[in-house]
């Protein structure tokens, strides 16, 4: 989940204890503030989510590889 704080803290649709709070809620795996106008975390957000998603991968892959792994040798 991303919050894009439009570089004016006044401006905010969701406060950062809002979104910290929704991520606990909904069981998200991230929350990050950005500024599509400056740029801020708009790099980082990317490389994070990437992070998560190779993560998932590798957990899930890897119950797959057995799960095949186990129907070869039945």
Aim: hydrophobic content about 40%; overall charge positive.
């Amino acid at each position: 989940m991303s919050n894009n704080i439009y570089s004016f803290i006044y401006r905010r649709k969701i406060s950062r204890e809002q979104g910290e709070k929704m991520k606990e809620e909904y069981e998200f795996d991230l929350f990050m503030e950005s500024s599509a106008k400056t740029g801020f975390n708009a790099k980082e957000i990317f490389i994070e989510a990437a992070k998560l998603l190779y993560k998932d991968y590798l957990k899930y892959s890897k119950v797959n590889f057995l799960f095949i792994f186990y129907i070869i040798e039945y």
